[in-house]
């Protein structure tokens, strides 16, 4: 087994790895299997965080074919983007952490990653956050990320019938085995709906081919409401009824 490869769960302690460690991970673009490592991760090293979730599965935004599998990879407890290098983006985003960028806290002798040579530095990894100007608008810029490299940093799409993806959810921690369940037999009633639509009369479809969670509004003009909301103002997200 690489060294790299951790097979954490969710809920195990890890540190990330020095500056130093991950640049010999990087190509001389800054990533890993075609992950960038994001400027705005740097200030996370030597910093210790808990894996909240495993990242097995991703979803395709530039595609929409649906989910994507990407290898090796976490999100830690509340470590999102703050867009710096990004033109102050603020989507964000969960940053995806490759198992390579990371240690076990109390890790057994062994499993430790000497620094690799590499072409990359930090004044690269500032360099690869812009993709390339906007032609049409020289003052604008386009920028390169993990959001919009997904596609080229995971390996396949995942078929809705592929029974792994269920058990791998459950003994990594990210769901227990009533939820996984639930969110097959979800998928399985929306990919139903889908062909409903296509394939059936309308008189045969079931909430007119309607996917779930069956949000459907009976409104026909959009209401106008102000409830005078300011930062930092405590809500209560109304119910779906």
């Given at each position: 087994?690489?060294?790299?490869?951790?097979?954490?769960?969710?809920?195990d302690?890890?540190?990330?790895?020095?500056?130093e460690e991950?640049?010999?991970?990087?190509?001389?673009?800054?990533?890993?299997?075609a992950?960038?490592?994001?400027p705005?991760?740097?200030?996370?090293?030597?910093g210790?965080f808990?894996?909240?979730?495993?990242?097995?599965?991703?979803?395709?935004?530039?595609?929409?074919?649906?989910?994507r599998?990407?290898?090796d990879?976490?999100?830690?407890?509340?470590?999102?983007?703050?867009?710096q290098?990004?033109?102050?983006?603020?989507?964000?985003?969960?940053?995806?952490?490759?198992?390579?960028?990371?240690?076990?806290?109390?890790?057994?002798?062994?499993?430790?990653?000497?620094p690799g040579?590499?072409?990359?530095?930090?004044?690269?990894?500032?360099e690869?956050?812009?993709?390339?100007?906007?032609?049409?608008?020289?003052?604008?810029?386009?920028?390169?990320?993990?959001?919009t490299?997904?596609?080229?940093?995971?390996?396949?799409?995942i078929?809705i019938?592929?029974?792994?993806?269920?058990?791998?959810?459950?003994?990594?921690?990210n769901?227990?085995?009533?939820?996984?369940?639930?969110?097959?037999?979800?998928?399985m009633?929306?990919?139903?709906?889908?062909?409903?639509?296509?394939?059936?009369?309308s008189?045969?479809?079931?909430?007119r081919?309607r996917?779930?969670?069956?949000?459907?509004?009976?409104l026909t003009?959009?209401?106008?409401?102000?409830?005078?909301?300011?930062?930092?103002?405590?809500?209560?997200?109304?119910?779906?009824e």
């Open positions: 087994m690489k060294p790299s490869v951790l097979n954490l769960r969710v809920g302690l890890v540190e990330v790895r020095s500056v991950i640049l010999g991970t990087l190509d001389g673009d800054g990533r890993l299997d992950l960038p490592f994001m705005e991760m740097l200030k996370f090293c030597g210790r808990r894996v909240s979730k495993r990242a097995d599965k991703a979803c395709d935004r530039i595609e929409f074919k649906g989910l599998r990407m290898n990879a976490v999100h830690l407890e509340s470590l999102r983007c703050d867009g290098a990004h033109g102050g983006c603020q989507a964000r985003c969960l940053i995806y952490w490759k198992e390579a960028w990371l240690r076990r806290v109390k890790a057994p002798p062994g499993t430790d990653v000497r040579s590499s072409s990359c530095t930090q004044a690269r990894l500032m690869a956050a812009v993709r390339s100007p906007d032609k049409s608008n020289p003052d604008e810029r386009v920028y390169s990320c993990q959001a490299e997904l596609n080229r940093a995971t390996v396949s799409l078929r019938e592929d029974p792994r993806q269920y058990w791998d959810d459950v003994r990594s921690g769901v227990t085995l009533p939820m996984a369940i639930r969110g097959l037999l979800i998928g009633y929306n990919r139903f709906q889908t062909l409903s639509k296509r394939y059936l009369p008189w045969l479809l079931i909430r081919g996917r779930y969670p069956l949000v459907e509004g009976r003009r959009t209401p106008s409401s102000r409830l005078g909301l300011q930062a930092g103002a405590l809500v209560q997200i109304r119910s779906k």
